[in-house]
């Protein structure tokens, strides 16, 4: 069977489905062990009832170290919750979108993955730039 087309292919045919998500009140510790677990870069948030609220990524991980930020988590260093220093707000896409349309999204937001949620805000998958470079790969 011949592959689609990268032209017709839409984000459903890349996104990475049934996402490790984490949860808002989670530590910041709970999700680095994710992250390193799963080998993934960033998580989707999600509230009690499993919504979208937020991305959690290694950046944000990493900006920890800064002191502005520091400053704003009052010094703690540890107990810090994922809710405090995600990023929001969170960046979705239709699942029907083509990959060019997330492409273009996520070069000109500078992101590193979009999440596409369910019609209750719930998240159903994940394109990531290393979707991308995968297709790539594959030709």
Do not use: C, W
Request: a negative charge; zero cysteines.
């Amino acid at each position: 069977m011949t592959p689609p087309a990268t032209s017709k292919l839409h984000v459903a045919d890349l996104m990475t489905i049934d996402p490790i998500v984490v949860s808002v009140d989670a530590t910041i510790e709970e999700a680095e062990e994710q992250l390193r677990y799963h080998r993934v870069t960033g998580l989707p948030v999600v509230d009690l009832s499993g919504r979208l609220v937020g991305v959690i990524s290694q950046t944000d991980l990493l900006n920890l170290a800064v002191p502005t930020v520091q400053a704003l988590i009052r010094h703690r260093s540890s107990g810090i919750r994922v809710g405090e220093v995600m990023s929001v707000p969170p960046v979705t896409i239709p699942t029907a979108a083509t990959i060019q349309e997330a492409a273009r999204r996520m070069h000109e937001g500078h992101l590193h993955r979009l999440v596409a949620v369910d019609d209750y805000g719930r998240p159903i998958g994940v394109i990531s730039a290393m979707d991308f470079v995968a297709l790539a790969a594959e030709g």
